[in-house]
């Protein structure tokens, strides 16, 4: 999400307006980065170096409505493919996100790079990505108790924002762990009354860190149980924790519930509807203030894997 500091209490944008903190208008940090309750069947937006590793052409759309009844609130778009090479070393992929977060709107193109180091049951990859995001606020939209205000008259039109990011990430059929800086560069954007100037700086002090992590159990020939963690940690913040838990029964049929520390709970079900073709859904009910104002997050998942070469299939891929 977006994050804003507010600069005047006195101002509305239908309802949102009480919820989003607005940075002082003249200087804006100009960066979405994306929150999934279904981030375990999404994970290239987490970590490029999970590019290949379901060795298939792996296609995922998705779509999440945040805080439903809200007006403003987020709302969120994402497609993404990727797949090994012939050679099984090399994993390529390619992710588009659109989000829209009050005045703010956002289109990002990423391309993913993955080096993998093969073993007999597990890989062990490296990835890099990188892309740009054509960015806008429409400050000239914010409803203001004093008509006219000139702090809000200016508005950010598709300014172009570059971003990279690394991660690590090793796997077998049944654990997967995942370190990664999904945004190592920091955009901003200084705004006056004539124009806007983007400024993009290398700040290791404000990247942020993710570990994923998670296991598949198996509680009988049918049942299998799997726990996965996502924790996010960047300098002088408060660490957040994603813990999600899943039961599958027959391969087929995923029911299970998440816990976003401090934010939100979750509902999740999946239908693996064929070896290539999986449905997901989220819902999330509030744990801020907020759960008076709205009536949760719906997410939908739908993901499909092209088999090129079925002797590289892995049979059954829980992440």
Avoid at 46 to 51: L, M
Avoid at 294 to 317: A, P, Q, W
């Amino acid at each position: 999400m977006n994050s804003f500091k507010q600069s005047k209490p006195v101002y509305r944008f239908c309802l949102f307006g009480i919820v989003l903190i607005f940075s002082v208008p003249n200087l804006a940090k100009a960066q979405i980065d994306p929150q999934f309750t279904q981030y375990m069947f999404n994970e290239t937006f987490i970590n490029p170096a999970y590019v290949g590793s379901r060795e298939s052409i792996s296609a995922t759309l998705l779509y999440r409505n945040q805080w439903v009844g809200i007006d403003g609130a987020p709302k969120t778009q994402t497609f993404s493919i990727h797949a090994p090479l012939q050679n099984r070393h090399i994993g390529l992929g390619v992710s588009v996100m659109n989000e829209e977060i009050g005045i703010s709107h956002q289109l990002s193109i990423s391309a993913y790079f993955a080096y993998r180091i093969l073993y007999p049951h597990s890989a062990l990859s490296f990835g890099l990505g990188g892309g740009f995001s054509n960015h806008e606020e429409r400050f000239s939209d914010v409803r203001t108790i004093v008509p006219g205000d000139q702090q809000f008259m200016t508005d950010v039109n598709k300014s172009f924002l570059p971003n990279s990011s690394f991660g690590v990430y090793y796997y077998n059929k049944k654990f997967y762990a995942g370190l990664s800086i999904p945004r190592l560069m920091e955009n901003k954007i200084i705004i006056s009354s004539v124009n806007s100037v983007v400024e993009n700086k290398v700040n290791y002090k404000l990247w942020h860190y993710n570990l994923a992590t998670g296991y598949v159990f198996d509680v009988n020939e049918d049942v299998k149980f799997k726990p996965s963690l996502l924790i996010k940690m960047v300098q002088n913040a408060p660490v957040e924790i994603d813990v999600n838990v899943n039961f599958i029964f027959y391969d087929f049929l995923w029911l299970g519930a998440a816990y976003r520390s401090g934010d939100a709970v979750a509902a999740l079900l999946g239908l693996q509807l064929s070896r290539q073709l999986m449905l997901g859904y989220s819902y999330d009910y509030t744990l801020t203030p907020l759960e008076k104002y709205n009536s949760g997050t719906h997410e939908i998942t739908l993901r499909y894997s092209f088999g090129y070469n079925k002797k590289l299939v892995i049979s059954s891929r829980y992440f």
